[in-house]
C-alpha cells in the first residue's frame, strides 16, 4: 500500500441536469479524486480554496482519511463552476466559470510530500503540472496527467513537455483524436504514447473506458445505471479509483492495471448516480466489491 | 446446426467515406446477414432485385452457400442507396435513396422455407416483416426482428404488432430511447422488453453492442481497428453473424447468447475494414477465430 497524491481544482459546482439542479455544492477535480482514492489507499491533497468554502467540505474529506494539509485556504472566493446538460448527459455545457483564488494556485508541496510514490495531476496548466513534478525530490514511482481540450489548444508546447514526463494520461475520445491530430483512435491512441505516456486511459462517457498500453487494448463498459443523475466528477472519480487502487498493489503489473480499470469504473458508476459527491458519501466498501462483480458479469463471454 | 431464413433487401450501394468512395457495390442487408451468417449455418435468402442485378454477385452468394432460390428478379432497377460518412464513421448520411423493384418487394416463402427454424427480419416495412411471420407454417425456434427511426415514426403500430411476436430485437441507441420514448437506455430495454422481444441487442456503432435479457446485461466493445474505411453493413454483419452462431448451436443458451454477441462483433469488424463486402469475401474462417481470441483479450479482467 503507498500513498498518493493529488494536485487539482476544489471547488463550488452549480449544476442542472434533467434530473434535478443543486447550488454551489463540493465540486473539483481533486476533490472527486481524492475521495475515489481514499477507498484505497492514503491520500494526500494539494489545493486551494477561498475563504468561503464551507469547513463541513473539509471535514468530510478528512472524515475519509483524505490528508488536506496541502489544501490551502487563500482570501477571497472559491473556485466556482456552473454547468448543465442534456438528456443524454454525455456533455457539460459550462455555463459559467470563476476562477476566483484558483488563478493564484501555484501548488507548493513540502518535504514530505515530495516523495509520493503515486501521483496525480488532475486537469490544471500543464505548466502548473510540470512545476509540481518538477517539485518531487524523487521521481514517482507512477505518474498520471488528466488534460483536457482548453490546454490541448492553448498551450499545446507546455502539455507537450509535462507529457514527456508521465506514465498514465487520461483524455476523453474527442480530445485524444484533437491531441494526435489523428481521427482513428488506434492510430491516436500510438501518437499520443509517442509523446511519452506508456499507458493512455481513454474515457468514453456512458460507453466506459478504454486502456492502451503498448499498442494492447482492454476496454470495459459503464456500468448500466437506471438512475443517472449527474455525471459531472466522473472521470475524476474513476481516475481515483484507477490510481488508488494501483496504489494499493503491489505492482503495477498488467493485470492490476486492468483490475484499475474496473475499480475506476465501479467508482464512476456511483458518482454519477447522484448530485456533487452525495452518493460517495454513503458508499459503503462492501458495495464496491458487490458492483465489482457485477461488472465482472457485465464482461465475461461466459454465461 | 439449424437453418437460417433472412428477409431484407439486396442493394446497390454508392459509398463514399474519408477514406474512399465506391459506385454501386453489392450492398443490402440481406446480402451482409446471409453473406456474415454463412460462416456459421446454411442460410436462405428471400429479396428482390432488378433484372440490372450483376450475376457476378448472386454468384457471390451462391459460392459461399447461400441459397438464393428466394432472390427474385424483376423487371426494372435494383435498390439503390447512396450515402456518405464524416470522420466520425458513426452515422450515415443518406444523400440518395431509389427503391426501385424494392418497392413492390412482398417476400412470398415456399413450404420448405416455412419452417425454418431460425428468421431473422431485416430492416424493412413492420408490415411485411409481420406478412413474412404469417406466412411461417410452424413458429420458429427463434425469431430476431431489426428495425430504424424510419419505421419507428412512419409505421409505429405496425411495428408495436410485429415487435409482440419476436424474440429478439436489434436496434441502436437513439432507436431504441426512440421506441421507448425513455432517454435512460436501462429502463427503456425493460420497456422494449415489454412490447415483445425478450432479449434486446443494442447496437453501438464504434462503441460495440449490449445484450439484455431479463433485465441482465452483457457489453462487447467493437474490436479498436487502426483501418475503418466503410461501416456501411456493419450492424447486419453483426446480426448475420449472431444469428449464424445461434443457429449453429444446440441451445440458445445464456452462454450462447453472450458468445454469439462476440462472433457478431467480429464479423463487422471485418466488414469495416474495406467497402461493401470486399473484406469478407477474402475472410478465412480461421480469421475469425483468431479475432474472437482477440476479443477475449480485449475483455477479460486479468492479463
Redesign the interface.
Known sequence: MADLLVVGSVALDSVET?FGRVQEVLGGAATYFSFSASFFAPVHLIGIVGDDFPSEHVRLLRDRGVDVGGLKTSRGRTFRWTGEYG??LNEAKTLDTQLNVFAEFRPALDERLRRTPFLFLANIDPELQLDVLRQMAVRPRLVALDTMNFWIQGKRDALLKVLAEVDIVTINDAEARQLAGE?????AARVIAGMGPKTIVVK?GE??A?LVVNG??????AY?????YDPTGAGDTFAGGFMGYLASQEQV???A???AM?YGSVMASFTVEDFSLDRLKRLEPAEIEERYGA?????????
Open positions: 434533467p438528456y443524454d481521427p482513428n483512435l488506434v492510430k468514453r460507453y466506459g478504454m494492447a487494448f482492454f476496454v470495459v463498459p448500466p445505471l437506471e438512475a443517472v503489473s498488467a493485470a492495471l486492468r483490475r474496473v461488472f465482472h458479469d457485465l464482461v465475461r463471454l461466459e454465461a
